[in-house]
């Protein structure tokens, strides 16, 4: 690291690294934000800090940066003021969803199942939820409380899809599916969650940025939010008001849920103009060339 000419990442480093003079740093973040982020967050509930502290930490953090990526004008302007960044933005896109543009075709989506041992003649829903600040055993380790009733999906949806969970890596519960071999499958250290996005037919979010990535392949999403107000109201906060403009419907029970599914499969998915008016706000400079524009702006 010491004798890097360039440092890219798109998790903060730890301050106690230390940047060399001459190293360019490109930071390439983690997608589009729904949840505040650091200046913008009013109280901190995480583990081993606390509010000031952790903006403090952040700040220096991000004074390091000499190129920060963005995927589109909204990220621009909240980056700028949440992080403190004050050097070049690089409006581009995520470079790592060139991907889903790029191996989109049935043979790379075939060989992917093939190679995670996923059956061919059902489809794939994709459950991943994003951690929650308050629920931890300590720093850097955070449980989850699963609220999906895997039985019921089972026994609902189990002829005709299996379910693949990806848990946010910083959750540290294992997940016991054995009970539920053949339908649910615990992916959670899948090293590439873009190989899982292809792979799915749906994606079950709930405030997690994973679904602003998902937008790019315009596919059905549902949103699973049990603790809504709990997490806007008192843990988080949103942006932007999340049960209006999320891109699907947000239910709150496993109930809701399945019925959710089977109208989707009754109805079929087609791009309505509020999931449009979505992904032209939020993907439409996600085109399969983000690399390309990065590489021509930081590596001269």
């Known amino acids: 690291?010491?004798?890097?000419?360039?440092?890219?990442?798109?998790?903060?480093?730890?301050?106690?690294?230390?940047?060399?003079?001459?190293?360019?740093?490109l930071q390439t973040w983690h997608g589009t934000p729904l949840k505040r982020l650091a200046l913008d967050m009013e109280e901190v509930h995480m583990p081993g800090t606390n509010t000031e502290k952790y903006k403090h930490n952040f700040l220096a953090e991000t004074a390091r940066w000499d190129y920060l990526i963005s995927p589109n004008a909204y990220s621009s302007e909240i980056f700028a003021r949440a992080f403190g960044f004050e050097n070049e933005m690089i409006e581009s896109?995520?470079?790592?969803?060139?991907?889903?543009?790029?191996?989109?075709?049935?043979?790379?989506?075939?060989?992917?199942?093939?190679?995670?041992?996923?059956?061919?003649?059902?489809?794939v829903i994709l459950y991943a939820p994003t951690w929650r600040d308050n629920q931890f055993y300590g720093k850097g380790r955070y449980r989850f409380e699963?609220?999906?009733?895997?039985?019921?999906?089972?026994?609902?949806l189990g002829e005709d899809y299996v379910l693949i969970m990806r848990m946010h890596y910083l959750i540290a519960d294992h997940l016991d599916l054995s009970e539920f071999e053949g339908f649910a499958y615990d992916f959670s250290h899948h090293e590439d969650i873009r190989e899982l996005y292809l792979i799915s037919d749906l994606?079950?979010?709930?405030?997690?940025?994973?679904?602003?990535?998902?937008?790019?392949?315009?596919?059905?999403?549902?949103?699973?939010?049990?603790?809504?107000?709990?997490?806007?109201?008192?843990?988080?906060?949103?942006?932007?008001?999340?049960?209006?403009?999320?891109p699907g419907p947000l239910v709150l029970t496993t109930d809701e849920l399945i019925q959710a599914v089977k109208k989707i499969a009754e109805s079929?998915?087609?791009?309505?103009?509020h999931f449009d008016e979505f992904y032209q706000k939020f993907c439409s400079l996600e085109t399969g060339h983000s690399a390309e524009k990065v590489v021509k702006s930081v590596f001269k």
């Open 203 to 246: 994606l079950i979010t709930d405030y997690s940025s994973v679904f602003f990535d998902y937008a790019n392949l315009k596919r059905p999403m549902l949103f699973f939010t049990y603790d809504i107000e709990d997490y806007r109201d008192h843990l988080r906060g949103f942006y932007f008001d999340f049960e209006k403009k999320a």
């Open 1 to 25: 690291m010491t004798r890097a000419n360039y440092w890219v990442t798109n998790v903060r480093l730890p301050l106690w690294m230390s940047k060399p003079k001459d190293t360019i740093y």
């Open 268 to 273: 079929g998915f087609a791009v309505s103009d």
């Open 93 to 123: 896109g995520y470079p790592r969803n060139d991907f889903l543009y790029q191996s989109n075709d049935k043979e790379t989506i075939d060989a992917i199942k093939d190679r995670v041992g996923l059956p061919k003649d059902k489809k």
């Open 146 to 156: 699963l609220d999906l009733d895997l039985q019921r999906m089972r026994e609902s």
